[in-house]
């Protein structure tokens, strides 16, 4: 079967997120009450209701996005069982891959996404870190403006490689302010500042990295049940050690989801369905690769749409 679930990270929440498809599946809120159990905070309200800058606040944002992903791919694995050709998620939604993917459950997950957006908060202060999206520049003249832009005080690099033309950038928030004028003298189509202070994947969240590695040696894995193609390197891995390091390399280094969807893809991969809030990843990868057929999965009309048409390839024997 020559498909691949993919799961979305931070950012693609939004407040209701979930309630579409709640109406037609109680074992969406179910999975969210189970998380709310394990943490001890109503993971359910923080995602119908927010109020929206706590979720937006990155330790809860991480395990609401897991609780949400994780919801979305219950549902959609009872109504479509075939087995994926391979996982990936981009930033956090690789630990949704990896849950889906039995290298530790759903109990174990919730805790780490929590503490792992608690590091990351207070590795940088609030105010002191930015992201911005730049559009319309090659990867090379990006590269060597967040180089110029970045100082003794501040530093500023290429962080997410979404799709082509199509970066993140983080860092401290002079030295992104600074590589932002710079793109736009350079002929960068549209700069846009991300509303997150916590500069992901940059090297200032080495401390935070630091800590996670710690928390991960106590954290019980075992080797995947599904191909988890990891954002940090590109590779898949079936040793728990290798995991680990993978996971926490990813949290100081670039996402490079322009290289995954392109290996999944040469390794046969024609359709990738997104499991999760939003639809971002699909439209990253419809300017990735647009011979891929693409689906998004987030509330009941995609959900009916994206099963008509897998059902139908697969019938067809192309999926």
Not at 211 to 221: E, I, K, P
């Amino acid at each position: 079967m020559d498909f691949a679930y993919i799961f979305p990270g931070q950012g693609s929440q939004s407040i209701g997120m979930m309630k579409d498809l709640s109406t037609q599946y109680p074992e969406i809120k179910q999975i969210f009450e189970q998380g709310s159990d394990v943490l001890q905070l109503d993971l359910w309200k923080l995602a119908t209701l927010g109020p929206e800058e706590e979720l937006n606040r990155t330790e809860n944002t991480q395990p609401v996005m897991l609780c949400a992903c994780m919801a979305v791919h219950a549902i959609f694995h009872e109504c479509f069982s075939a087995t994926p050709r391979m996982l990936a998620g981009h930033s956090f939604g690789e630990y949704t891959a990896l849950v889906c993917a039995k290298v530790f459950d759903f109990e174990t997950a919730l805790p780490l996404a929590k503490y792992r957006g608690r590091v990351m908060q207070q590795a940088v202060p609030e105010g002191q870190g930015a992201m911005a999206a730049v559009l319309g520049l090659d990867n090379e003249t990006l590269s060597e403006i967040c180089e110029q832009s970045s100082t003794g005080e501040g530093i500023v690099e290429a962080v997410n490689f979404n799709a082509p033309g199509q970066t993140v950038i983080a860092g401290s928030q002079e030295a992104v302010s600074e590589a932002l004028q710079a793109a736009k003298q350079a002929g960068a189509k549209r700069c846009v500042l991300l509303p997150l202070s916590v500069p992901s994947h940059s090297t200032l969240m080495k401390p935070a990295a630091e800590q996670l590695r710690d928390y991960l040696q106590d954290v019980d894995m075992h080797a995947p049940q599904h191909e988890v193609i990891q954002n940090v390197d590109v590779c898949s891995y079936s040793d728990e050690a290798q995991i680990r390091d993978a996971l926490y390399r990813q949290l100081f280094n670039p996402v490079r989801w322009v290289e995954t969807i392109q290996h999944m893809i040469s390794c046969g991969v024609k359709v990738l369905v997104e499991l999760g809030p939003g639809r971002v990843l699909t439209g990253f990868n419809k300017r990735i690769d647009r011979d891929a057929s693409g689906h998004a999965v987030h509330d009941l009309k995609s959900l009916d749409q994206t099963l008509e048409r897998l059902e139908a390839l697969a019938s067809a024997g192309q999926a």
